[in-house]
């Protein structure tokens, strides 16, 4: 019996120490409960203030866009203002204005007149044409500055060379202009693809899968171009799966109607070829991808022979000596410019040995200028970013227009037998002449017809009471192309002359391009000289007369001084009074013919006595 009864003891004592165990339990299991459901009220107020803070922070972004659309609307009705007020300032300066002024002032007093006429005649500083200045917009502020290139430069500027440190002053990438200023593109490139684009169009860069939804509409793109880019925000979205982030942009231009491009550059085409379907237009560097090739070009806002203010060093180097892995595109364009010559190895990319070239280094063991040159036209020749966005647009539908560098050539020939030698350096060009106005015998106009039949020939008597430089003046208002050049009937003028001379427009920012250095011949003493070969790829105060090729509008707002000998004298003091910039070219395509000439002989240097031809043309 005892034994039951402890038995039974034990049980009840389990049963008990049981009993608190799960009352315990119950207590803990309250008290969770209640943990629970207090964080899960603290979750629904975090969602709600998180709710509120992004539909806060969507109200900002709204505000500071619509702050932004506003400044620019600003900043662009007063540029239009200063536009304004400077094309009247312009008017009033004019030289045409200003003779009609003086003519009705003083046309009851011929003293008054002569005076106003005098004075009408003299050179006056034209205004200074009104710039846009920068909007503090977003973009604006996180780059300090929104050209193209403002927030694009080199930052290196020493460069070591066995064991031997070199300063450099940096080349400056520059900002602006834009090629076609009424397109604005959406790019996703890395930064050597984003160089070649950047002066094609107003260019949107830098957003990323977050953001781009709130980037993107302070200025609707109107194509998206996304390149085969390695690394940054958007190379897993475009790699392999597409991501969320790509599906969402697409997205995002599909409803707009933004044209999408896919531009394969890099890497193993299948890698992208699943997001690339996503795309309306598909392009590759390498044919094998069976896509319409876009290959690189070269771009000459940054891919041009203007040198470092440094100069070249005085060596022939390895191109990995030349670019060492560690630096940014905007340096490889310092160092492209800094070697006498580059050792390129067998494999070394196309488009490297054209931007090489296009900057107007010698590749090779040694430096020669002529096969640099030679080798800079051919780079260019091989195609232009310009020309390479002019076929995507194209291609994609899209209006490529912009402006060109046709010439409408002036050609005075007062020596009857200079005539075919004259009309033969024209006809030579491998640059086509938009337009040729000649002033010559009644002859000249058949025979410039049949020597340049692909330019529209105006052709005007000469009158024996006219100036070269009036004649230029008149011939100035019958000229319709963006570019006008000058020729002189007794020099020689190399087949490519024009197609190099027109090429400075491309990446200089001068009104008026020609040649403070280049070859002259001597008839009597048979000799050859070289005038400033220091003087090329710069800025001078003064080029040559008979190498002038202008910006038609500026030549208009200058003229053309009565004078035959020396009106390129005069116009040149005008180019420095006014503010004009005038750049002189390379030394090639051109020489200066005259039986004699002793200014000359005292300040070129003497090349060699026999034909100058074997030198400059080239």
């Known amino acids: 019996m005892s034994t039951e009864l402890e038995s039974t003891r034990r049980a009840l004592r389990d049963a008990i120490a049981q009993a608190e165990h799960a009352a315990e339990l119950a207590r803990l299991l309250d008290d969770a409960q209640a943990r629970l459901a207090e964080a899960e009220r603290s979750a629904e107020e975090v969602k709600a203030l998180a709710e509120r803070l992004a539909e806060a922070e969507e109200r900002l972004e709204d505000e500071r866009a619509a702050a932004d659309k506003l400044r620019k609307e600003l900043a662009e009705q007063r540029y239009q203002a200063e536009v304004a007020h400077w094309k009247l300032s312009s008017i009033k300066v004019a030289r045409w204005n200003r003779l009609g002024d003086a003519i009705k002032t003083g046309k009851n007093n011929p003293l008054l007149l002569a005076k106003g006429l005098k004075g009408a005649a003299r050179p006056v500083k034209r205004p200074t044409a009104p710039k846009r200045r920068p909007v503090a917009t977003k973009q604006a502020r996180q780059a300090g500055d929104e050209r193209p290139g403002a927030a694009y430069q080199a930052t290196t500027s020493t460069r070591t060379l066995e064991g031997a440190s070199f300063k450099l002053k940096p080349y400056r990438v520059p900002t602006g202009p834009n090629t076609r200023p009424h397109l604005t ?69 599909a409803d707009r109607g933004i044209r999408t491009v896919f531009w394969h550059t890099q890497g193993d085409a299948a890698d992208y070829g699943a997001a690339a379907a996503l795309f309306e237009h598909r392009f590759s560097t390498d044919p094998a991808t069976g896509w319409p090739r876009l290959s690189f070009g070269i771009q000459p806002r940054v891919h041009n022979p203007v040198p470092l203010s440094g100069g070249r060093i005085d060596r022939v180097l390895t191109l990995e000596q030349l670019l060492p892995g560690h630096l940014t595109y905007p340096d490889v364009l310092t160092s492209y410019r800094w070697p006498a010559a ?177 070859y002259a011949h001597l008839r009597k003493p048979q000799a050859t000289l070289l005038k400033q070969p220091d003087a090329e790829y710069t800025y001078l105060p003064e080029i040559a007369g008979a190498t002038l090729l202008a910006r038609r509008n500026a030549m208009r707002q200058l003229g053309f001084a009565d004078l035959t000998d020396g009106w390129d004298d005069v116009l040149m003091r005008r180019c420095r009074a006014d503010g004009v910039k005038v750049f002189s070219a390379d030394r090639f395509g051109y020489v200066r013919v005259r039986d004699e000439d002793r200014w000359l002989l005292g300040a070129a240097h003497l090349v060699e006595y026999g034909s100058a031809e074997p030198h400059a043309l080239i």
């Open 185 to 253: 593109a959406a790019v996703i490139a890395d930064p050597h693809v984003e160089a070649l684009l950047r002066y094609e169009w107003r260019q949107t860069t830098g957003f990323t899968p977050r953001d781009f939804a709130r980037v993107l509409p302070q200025e609707v793109p109107h194509l998206l171009v996304v390149e085969s880019v390695t690394a940054g925000p958007w190379a897993g979205e475009i790699t392999g799966e597409p991501g969320e982030g790509l599906r969402a942009l697409l997205t995002w231009c």
């Open 342 to 518: 580059v050792q390129c190895p067998a494999g070394t990319p196309p488009w490297r040995l054209a931007e090489l070239a296009a900057c107007g280094t010698p590749i090779g063991d040694e430096p020669d200028s002529r096969r640099a040159h030679v080798a800079l036209r051919r780079a260019y020749n091989s195609g232009t970013m310009t020309e390479r966005i002019d076929e995507l647009l194209e291609a994609i539908g899209l209006p490529g227009v912009r402006a060109t560098l046709e010439v409408s050539l002036l050609l005075p020939v007062t020596d009857r037998s200079l005539l075919e030698h004259a009309l033969a350096q024209v006809a030579r060009q491998s640059k086509p002449v938009a337009q040729l106005v000649v002033f010559g015998p009644p002859e000249a106009e058949a025979r410039a017809r049949e020597a340049v039949p692909g330019a529209e020939v105006v052709f005007r008597r000469l009158d024996p009471a006219l100036s070269v430089g009036a004649m230029l003046d008149r011939g100035l208002d019958l000229c319709e192309a963006d570019l006008v050049g000058v020729m002189d009937q007794r020099d020689v003028y190399g087949t490519h002359y024009l197609a190099d001379l027109s090429r400075a427009f491309l990446f200089a920012t001068a009104d008026i391009v020609g040649k403070a250095a280049y």
